[in-house]
């Protein structure tokens, strides 16, 4: 069993920061992506960030040089450091984890967290 866990969000003011964290326990092995996707009432969810073995990284257009992806040695967690955010960035923000066993890919998602960004 899988178990992804963010924490992180909550209310901001405009132009401020906010720091989200995902956790990835259980049974997974070689993983070799972690992202965070976002979805706003009434929106389908998008991408945010996602960083890929060997450290690539992609940015949606709307939050790039904004906010930072990043994670620790063991592939076990992701953050994202949110700056400058605007009230367009208040959406439920989800912990994506993908990896291997074998032959199989599988991906995980978490509950969300919700990022509310006041003007």
């Known amino acids: 069993q899988v178990q992804i866990a963010e924490s992180g969000g909550g209310l901001v003011q405009a132009g401020g920061s906010l720091r989200l964290s995902c956790s990835a326990s259980?049974?997974?092995?070689?993983?070799?992506?972690m992202g965070w996707y976002r979805q706003a009432p009434g929106q389908q969810r998008e991408l945010v960030a996602i960083?890929?073995?060997?450290?690539?990284?992609r940015y949606s257009d709307a939050v790039k040089g904004r906010f930072t992806i990043s994670r620790d040695d063991n592939w076990r967690k992701a953050y994202l450091q949110m700056n400058k955010v605007q009230p367009e960035d208040t959406a439920i923000y989800y912990c994506n984890v993908k990896h291997r066993l074998g032959d199989n890919e599988y991906t995980h998602w978490g509950r969300g967290t919700q990022v509310t960004v006041s003007s």
């Open positions: 259980g049974s997974i092995f070689a993983v070799y992506q």
């Open positions: 960083i890929d073995r060997g450290d690539f990284v």
